[in-house]
């Protein structure tokens, strides 16, 4: 795991972890250690079922609330 940190406006900054990375870098995992907020990103805007379900397994496992869990719709980039 790794953390990565980010300031938008000093003097706030925010604190990420890199939860997980796809051997294939198709999907990441970024979430707080706080367990408040958590991302799945993905190279494309359409994540089949399959690999969506397991992604929240992991994303479950490491104590992250799948219920405050909300899916933004994605638009493909022509």
């Known amino acids: 795991n790794a953390v990565w ?9 925010a604190e990420y972890r890199v939860v997980y990375i796809d051997p294939e870098y198709q999907f990441t995992i970024i979430g707080r250690t706080k367990r408040d907020y958590v991302w799945l990103m993905a190279r494309q805007p359409v994540i089949a079922e399959d690999d969506y379900k ?18 933004v719709p994605q638009q493909s980039v022509r």
Do not use: A, T
């Open 5 to 13: 940190g980010m300031q938008f406006v000093w003097p706030i900054k």
């Open 54 to 71: 397991r992604l929240l397994s992991i994303i479950e496992q490491e104590g992250y609330d799948l219920d405050k869990l909300r899916l």
